[in-house]
């Protein structure tokens, strides 16, 4: 008998070249090779897409939850010029505005009504109303991060920006944030007239760090900053009215590149995410039913001229996200893969908190914060915190071994891993979710 020769191809592998929360993570937006996608963060849904031709994006930054969106070009082939960013108007599928640079554009963030771009060595703001006008720029340091950081909540007023020094960070006061207008109208914000806040000091300096900036974080409030060095160490927290140091979290002792910074959105904890591919959540309040780990020496620090290693907070809960090569393999195959397309980098993510709604024991619905992940090859991960619903010791530590080259290693005893609630994907190419 003579069987005619098949032959077996994997299907192409997901590859998202950014993915971004909403300033509330209600939405979040997807570029992909095959242009963008808007989505619910929960439940996962796709709410439309876009595909383009032409060349790709770097990052699709959502305006809230309105039609508007700013585009950046990148990958191998931008589809726009890199020190251009456009206005897209997702009601019309087209391009509204757009502005140049006369180099690359870095980072943007935006709020109603307004929109910071981050060069190398400056930020500028724009008022974004039924015309886009400049409002103003700051110079800063070598930023080729494109860090800054937008206040979204109404009446908020914060933009941070990377300081002129190294490690230092600089608060800009800009006029107080609108409230929400009518869904889907990107245009609804009436423009205002440019101005400066009443007050004494607009702008302040915080020297957070020795080393370069990695990442700068605001909770919608502004009322908090959370800032991280090239070290990857520790994430300090600010009162951004004082200035003053509030909190000093130790994400470990090995460096790593922290990839972002959450505020959950009561400002009672955030989460930090990495390089390493792991999820660190540590909790902001003083006194409750969960606390961070602390070293078994820490309770001596005031007696004893102990390093402030040892009077480290760690975090209480962690998740890894799962390798994927398995999964990926044959699609990673140089015969396989795309020419165009760069390897996707599995340990990067985006982080985001939720509000997730579930029934009790007497069937009556209990609402609860939870984690959402966002993987680079499409991973969609719901996480729900330990301690939520389950009574933890308050006091956790951490105790101390020496390693074979005698320096001191935090083990990992008390420990807590988030729960893994729920996985999809999203982002592919024929189907998109």
């Known amino acids: 008998m003579n069987l005619a020769r098949h032959s077996l191809s994997s299907t192409s592998p997901i590859q998202i070249f950014g993915a971004t929360f909403d300033s509330d993570f209600t939405i979040f937006t997807a570029s992909t090779p095959a242009g963008f996608a808007v989505y619910q963060s929960c439940p996962l849904r796709l709410i439309r ?22 585009l950046l070009g990148g990958g191998r082939s931008p589809m726009y010029p890199q020190n251009k960013v ?34 190398r060595r400056r930020v500028v703001v724009f008022q974004v109303g039924e015309k886009v006008t400049r409002y103003e720029e700051w110079d800063t340091g070598d930023n080729p991060r494109g860090l800054l950081a937008l206040a979204t909540k109404p009446n908020s007023t914060l933009l941070a920006i990377a300081g002129r020094q190294i490690g230092h960070v600089q608060l800009i006061h800009l006029p107080p944030c609108p409230g929400p207008g009518p869904v889907g109208e990107p245009f609804s914000f009436p423009l205002q007239k440019s101005h400066k806040l009443p007050t004494t000091q607009s702008t302040s300096i915080i020297a957070a760090h020795t080393s370069a900036l990695n990442s700068i974080s605001l909770p919608p409030s502004g009322r908090l900053l959370a800032t991280t060095s090239s070290r990857g160490t520790l994430v300090r927290i600010w009162d951004s009215v ?24 009561d400002e009672r904890e955030l989460c930090v995410w990495s390089d390493k591919g792991t999820i660190h959540v540590f909790t902001l309040m003083v006194s409750g039913a969960t606390s961070n780990r602390q070293s078994t020496f820490s309770p001596l620090t005031p007696f004893l001229p102990l390093p402030r290693y040892f009077d480290s907070e760690w975090s209480y809960a962690q998740f890894r996200i799962p390798v994927q090569s398995s999964h990926i393999s044959l699609a990673t195959n140089p015969a396989v893969q795309s020419p165009m397309l760069d390897p996707p980098d599995e340990e990067k993510c985006v982080v985001g908190w939720i509000q997730f709604s579930k029934e009790r024991g007497d069937g009556e619905p209990a609402v609860e914060y939870q984690l959402i992940a966002l993987t680079y090859t499409g991973g969609w991960y719901r996480l729900s915190l330990p301690h939520q619903g389950v009574a933890l010791p308050r006091a956790r530590t951490l105790s101390v071994s020496r390693t074979s080259k005698g320096k001191a290693k935090e083990e990992t005893d008390g420990r807590t891993d988030c729960i893994l609630e729920e996985y999809r994907t999203y982002g592919r190419w024929d189907g998109w979710g």
């Open 86 to 119: 456009v206005l897209w108007d997702d009601a019309l599928g087209t391009e509204v505005a757009e502005l140049e640079f006369r180099e690359r554009v870095r980072g943007l963030a935006c709020r109603r009504g307004w929109l910071a771009v981050a060069l």
């Open 49 to 70: 897409k876009r595909e383009l031709t032409g060349g790709t994006l770097a990052a699709v930054v959502p305006l809230h939850t309105t039609n508007l969106m700013f």
């Open 242 to 265: 004082t200035g003053k140091l509030i909190r000093e979290l130790r994400r470990g002792t090995d460096k790593a590149e922290i990839y972002g910074v959450a505020f959950r959105p």
